[in-house]
């Protein structure tokens, strides 16, 4: 049974961190190129950032380059995204997807998605 199990979310001050862990069973995950979107309230969904394989490389939307960083264990079947300066427009619940392909995915278009986690950004 493929699961993918966000933790990590939160309430958290404007300019402060939040690091997001995803958790893969029931597939070969070093096989599966990996991926980070979000979704406000009234917003469609989002891409945030994808990791390939390897974890060697790595692409970001531009709302986080800089501020944000995907990145990978496979001994330990984790996807993690490291979250600096956060900001209230970074609100939303924050997902973690899967894709058997190679390279790197920036569209929806992944074969497994988790259940979300909230991320608040608020003073």
């Known amino acids: 049974q493929v699961q993918l199990v966000e933790s990590g979310g939160g309430l958290v001050q404007p300019g402060g961190s939040l690091r997001l862990s995803c958790a893969a069973s029931?597939?070969?995950?070093?096989?599966?190129?990996m991926g980070w979107f979000r979704q406000a309230p009234g917003k469609e969904r989002e891409f945030v950032a994808t990791i390939n394989r390897s974890g060697g490389r790595t692409f970001y939307a531009d709302s986080v380059k800089g501020r944000f960083t995907i990145s990978r264990d496979n001994a330990k079947n984790t996807v993690y995204l490291q979250m600096n300066s956060l900001k209230p427009e970074d609100t939303a619940v924050y997902y973690c997807?899967?894709?058997?392909?190679?390279?790197?995915?920036?569209?929806?278009?992944?074969?497994?998605w988790g259940q979300g986690t909230q991320v608040t950004v608020s003073s």
């Open positions: 997807a899967g894709r058997n392909t190679i390279g790197l995915v920036t569209t929806p278009n992944y074969d497994y």
């Open positions: 029931g597939f070969t995950f070093n096989t599966y190129v």
